[in-house]
C-alpha cells in the first residue's frame, strides 16, 4: 500500500500503542486547536486506481506553536474534548 499519510511506528509505552500521524494544518483560528488535514492514497480493491481520502483531525496544541500550513506530527490521545482525540508532537517543517 502506497501512503503519503504516513503512519509512524510508535513505541510500546504503559498506555499501549498509540498512533501517530504526519499532516498538513489547515485551520488555526481556534485557542490551544488546530484542524490538521491528513491526506492518504489508497489503491481500490477491484479496479486498482489510487483514491486519495483526505481526513481532518481536531488536534490539541498547548504552546499555539503550528501555524497554517506547516507540517505537523500529531499522536492519539484520551478524548480532550468533543472532537478533539489527537495532540501535537511536533512540527516537522514551517510554512513559507
Do not use: C
Not at 83 to 93: A, H, I, N, S, Y
Amino acid at each position: 500500500m502506497t501512503s503519503t499519510a504516513a503512519v509512524i511506528a510508535a513505541p510500546v509505552s504503559e498506555r499501549g500503542n498509540l498512533k501517530r500521524v504526519i499532516g498538513t494544518v489547515v485551520s488555526a483560528k481556534m485557542e490551544k486547536t488546530r484542524v490538521v488535514a491528513v491526506t492518504e492514497l489508497r489503491r481500490h480493491p477491484l479496479y486498482g486506481k489510487y483514491v486519495k481520502s483526505t481526513m481532518k483531525f481536531h488536534v490539541h496544541d498547548e504552546k499555539n506553536d503550528a501555524k497554517e500550513g506547516d507540517k505537523v506530527l500529531i499522536i492519539e490521545t484520551r478524548p480532550l474534548s468533543k472532537t478533539k482525540r489527537w495532540r501535537l508532537m511536533q512540527v516537522l517543517e514551517r510554512a513559507v
